[in-house]
């Protein structure tokens, strides 16, 4: 089944700063890549999702990539702000088969 | 739109005793999961239904937990006897149409003492 690793466990950042969070999958028929937020003691929310038809995906601050071929994907934000803090996981799926497989998550601190 | 509609939000109960979680998925969708979310942890499947038929339930430990989702809309998760082990959020979400977007319930959180 899929298995998906997802780095780093913690990231502190300044305000302002970029974050980068990146995940690594084991299926290549995966063809989903959603990533969730989830704010403490909230629900998990998605902010952006990339099938595996493009390479990258922009929304304002956030964008993600994702590199087929060396099964890994990743999420960029730009200009953190404080109420960027927050829980992130990544996740993947194939279309059609709706099983999502969580990556373990990454705790984002931004600092004002 | 009320999203997904979960109770109780925080259930304390004694090990061995059961316990119930109810979901009520957003109008339409005819996918629902249940997911396992451990502290410090990504949420893990349990099971998924489509309309009423569990699809997927291999994650679901069938000596203690047992799910039904009758007519195909709400869904109860149960667990009996429960145990010290359990303590976690149970996570509901339902998606539409294949598209793998899953909206999130708030979740339930059991603690078992």
């Known amino acids: 089944g899929e298995n998906v690793e997802q780095h780093p466990s913690t990231l502190s950042v300044q305000e302002g700063d970029s974050a980068v969070i990146k995940c690594t999958y084991s299926?290549?028929?995966?063809?989903?890549f959603p990533w969730y937020k989830q704010e403490l003691g909230k629900r998990p929310q998605l902010i952006i999702d990339?099938?595996?038809?493009?390479g990258e995906k922009k929304d304002q601050r956030i964008a993600v990539t994702l590199n087929k071929t060396a099964k890994h994907f990743s999420l960029h934000i730009t200009e953190t702000q404080p109420e960027d803090s927050a829980v992130y996981f990544c996740?993947?799926?194939?279309?059609?088969?709706?099983?999502?497989?969580f990556g373990t998550g990454t705790r984002l601190l931004v600092s004002p | 739109e009320a999203g997904v509609v979960q109770s109780p939000r925080y259930k304390i109960i004694e090990k061995k005793q059961p316990v119930a979680f109810w979901c009520n998925p957003i109008?339409?969708?005819?996918?629902l999961y249940w997911y396992l979310q451990n502290l410090g942890q990504g949420p893990e499947l349990l099971i998924r239904?489509?309309?009423?038929?569990?699809?997927?339930d291999s994650q679901l430990p069938k000596d203690r937990f047992s799910a039904e989702r009758l007519k195909g809309v709400d869904s109860t998760l149960k667990i009996q006897p429960a145990e010290l082990g359990d303590s976690a959020v149970y996570l509901c979400?339902?998606?539409?149409?294949?598209?793998?977007?899953?909206?999130f319930g708030a979740g339930s959180r059991l603690t078992v003492l």
């Open positions: 109008s339409g969708h005819n996918t």
């Open positions: 239904y489509e309309n009423e038929e569990a699809v997927d």
């Open positions: 979400a339902s998606s539409s149409g294949g598209a793998n977007v899953l909206t």
């Open positions: 990339i099938r595996s038809n493009v």
């Open positions: 996740a993947a799926s194939r279309t059609g088969f709706q099983k999502l497989v």
């Open positions: 299926d290549s028929a995966s063809n989903y």
